[in-house]
């Protein structure tokens, strides 16, 4: 049983359902990447070059050691807290991580050296995928 603090019966029983399949030591993970949005079809093109075709895409906003950004409306100097973003998330089997990671970095990565503001990668392990038109389960179903 589950239970959320400071919600009221929000608890879940995750002990009628069926246990997570053993893949034979193959791990999943979801690579999560942020980068610049002016650079989506670099990356797109790098991941392409080693075989990761399938991605999701989402715009978002953040902000990290940029801090945000002046700029002038109508004569005004406005700060602009939150710049747009755009995050990727991949899931790749284990042979996938380190190739995604240098495709990404390859693609987002602006200039010789970088700048700030380029954007980072999270690496999470992934306990299930389940494909939803077949029920495949695990590594299959990337």
């Keep these: 049983m589950i239970r959320i603090a400071g919600v009221a019966d929000a608890s ?77 998330q991949i899931a790749v089997n284990d042979e996938f991580v380190q190739p995604t990671i240098n495709a990404i970095l390859k693609g987002a990565k602006t200039g010789e050296k970088g700048q700030i503001g380029d954007g980072k990668i999270f690496i999470l392990p992934m306990d299930d995928c389940i494909r939803i038109r077949t029920g495949e389960r695990g590594p299959e179903a990337i």
């Design 12 to 88: 879940v029983d995750y002990s009628a359902q069926e246990s997570l399949p053993d893949h034979e030591g193959t791990n999943v993970k979801l690579i999560i990447a942020i980068v610049q949005p002016s650079r989506l079809e670099q990356v797109k093109e790098a991941l392409t070059e080693v075989e990761v075709f399938r991605l999701t895409v989402l715009d978002c906003l953040g902000f990290g050691r940029q801090k945000g950004q002046k700029t002038a409306f109508r004569g005004q100097d406005v700060s602009v807290n939150l710049l747009r973003k755009v995050q990727l």
